[in-house]
């Protein structure tokens, strides 16, 4: 057993506890001051005892000394690397660093993998993880600067393509799991990454992807070459443009008999432009998508929303043969049809996070969607009813429709039309709720101009009384703390919560949009010119 600076603690049952706590406190102290010299740490690691490597890299991590997290990964004398529970919560290292995205040490921990593999000779590492990281809008690392999934793929990718050229004198592969974001900028190194001829040196492996900005061919290419087969799941979103036979193709044509989350983009139900009606009550098209997602037998997790289904939700989930757990039919044009068979079908008993935004369920359905809530009130852990025209009439039957749900952890009801007096009512019951932790509120109407109206658009969303919002926000806020209810964070986030992925892309999300702008104008121009 190689010897170390900073010693290998043997646990013995007799040593009292507190001599324990101490003695891990004094590792992972010996451990930080080791990373604090880079050039001592680098020489010294041929000395250290295997078992310690984790608290080195975390510790180096921690401090953002990229040299030492290269060089702890470069010299990795353990068949597994995963990032995530190396920076998750430790004995020897309590703090969770899961949230910290530091571009430069995960730069490093890529750089790292490549000179472990150039390396060769007697090393041990077989799988190096890189999923679990936790992209969050503030960054706690001292660079401030974070490197998001996109960029984590393109770094990842190109790296791929980089040591293909040295391969020669590579070791064995070493299977990398990650998490890919595919987007038209990143996807020519990405398809280059995933067809590399003869064994890779590093052999990327997704359990997730998501695509973002892609042709339909290029979302096609670039998932024939992802091993679909392993995946588990899969994002195409925004400007991801898919009609309803792009998808059937997708599923038929590619497979994932792994899939356990689907999320289709914007009108991805929609027919094909040359597609022929169906006689009315049939749509033998999405019977076919229905079809090939019934041979999803993993499948737990659907989100379809801003896709008009009316009268289509037991065709598209009916032959569902796993129970769902996830389901977003926010803004799906739903009608009476749909939310009975809704609150009957098989999914409901399994569902833990349901949305249901941009549907006047309470108004339209009232009988319906209770009886909805009531069936899914032992499971459902996070609801979102945002822009359901809920309005103070409605209070009395939401708080009866919610006090079952022993479950709920989370609920949204952004842009509906409620007054202060509605939402005093509303955060009363909430304080009942025993698992409730967040709830995203709208803006009161009492803080808008009387002649506000619902829907609303983000410039009149944005035009409110700041200073009696504020007000009745903190009297919302000293409700919970007065029930001992400081568990709940309550907000009111107008522009939405904070997406990572569109805020890493977003300036090749706004030339795309630029781009299909143009392209309409001048489609419209054409047309315009050929009636003349």
């Known amino acids: 057993m190689k010897s170390t600076c900073f010693g290998s603690i043997n646990r013995d049952s007799t040593i009292p506890t507190w001599v324990q706590s101490t003695m891990r406190s004094l590792r992972l102290i010996s451990a930080e001051a080791l990373v604090s010299h880079p050039q001592l740490a680098k020489e010294s690691l041929d000395s250290v005892a295997y078992n310690l490597y984790p ?29 995530a529970v190396l920076l998750g919560p430790s004995t020897d290292h309590p703090e969770d660093l899961r949230d910290r995205a530091c571009k430069v040490c995960l730069e490093a921990c890529v750089q790292g993998l490549a000179d472990h593999v150039l ?75 995933l067809k590399l001829p003869g ?32 995946l588990r799941k899969l994002e195409v979103v925004h400007n991801v443009r898919l009609h309803a036979g792009h998808v059937q193709q997708l599923l038929a044509q590619v497979g994932f008999p792994q899939l356990a989350s689907l999320t289709l983009p914007t009108k991805a139900f929609d027919a094909p432009p040359t597609y022929a009606p169906a006689l009315v009550g049939e749509d033998p098209l999405l019977a076919s998508i229905a ?12 989100s379809v929303a801003f896709s008009t289904l009316t009268g289509k939700i037991q065709t598209l989930l009916s032959p569902l043969k796993t129970p769902l757990r996830v389901l977003d039919l926010a803004n799906c044009a739903l009608n009476h049809e749909d939310m009975s068979f809704l609150a009957d079908c098989t999914h409901t008993a399994h569902l833990e996070v349901l949305d249901l935004s941009g549907h006047n369920v309470v108004h339209l359905f009232p009988s319906t969607f209770f009886r909805l809530l009531n069936q899914v009130a032992q499971t459902l852990r996070v609801l979102t009813l945002e822009e359901c025209n809920i309005t103070d009439s409605h209070v009395g039957m939401m708080i009866l429709g919610l006090s079952p749900c022993s479950q709920l952890q989370e609920f949204k009801f952004l842009g509906n039309p409620l007054s202060a007096s509605a939402l005093r009512r509303l955060f009363a019951a909430f304080c009942e709720l025993p698992r409730l932790r967040r709830i995203e509120f709208p803006v009161p109407k009492d803080c808008y101009p009387e002649d506000a109206t619902y829907p609303q658009d983000e410039l009149s969303m944005s035009k409110f009384d700041q200073q009696k919002y504020d007000m009745i926000a903190e009297e919302l806020r ?22 990572p992925e569109i805020h890493e892309t977003s300036n090749e999300l706004g030339t795309f949009l630029l781009q299909a702008f143009k392209t309409a104008l001048e489609n419209f121009s054409r047309a315009l010119k050929q009636i003349e």
């Not at 608290?55 to 990032?83: D, I, N």
Request: hydrophobic content about 40%.
């Open 55 to 83: 608290l080195l890299f975390k510790a180096s991590y921690q401090l953002e000394q990229a040299e030492v997290t290269r060089a702890v990964l470069g010299h990795w004398p353990l068949e597994e690397f995963r990032l």
């Open 119 to 193: 390396r060769g000779g007697s090393c041990r590492l077989r799988v190096a993880d890189l999923t679990g990281i936790q992209d969050v809008q503030v960054q706690r690392c001292p660079c401030g600067r974070a490197l998001g999934r996109w960029g984590r793929t393109k770094l990842l990718a190109r790296t791929c393509c980089q040591l293909q050229a040295e391969s020669c004198r590579a070791g064995h592969p070493i299977e990398v799991l990650t998490d890919l974001f595919v987007t038209d900028s990143n996807f020519d190194v990405v398809v280059q990454a």
């Open 199 to 230: 064994p890779s040196p590093l052999q990327v492996r997704c359990p997730s992807l998501r695509a973002d900005s892609l042709s339909p061919g290029q979302l096609l290419q670039v998932l024939g070459l992802a091993r679909p087969g392993e």
């Open 291 to 302: 079809w090939e997602l019934s041979q999803m037998t993993q499948l737990t997790e659907l």
């Open 478 to 499: 000293a409700m919970l703390l007065q029930a001992d209810r400081e568990d709940i964070q309550a907000s009111t986030p107008l522009l939405g919560s904070f997406d």
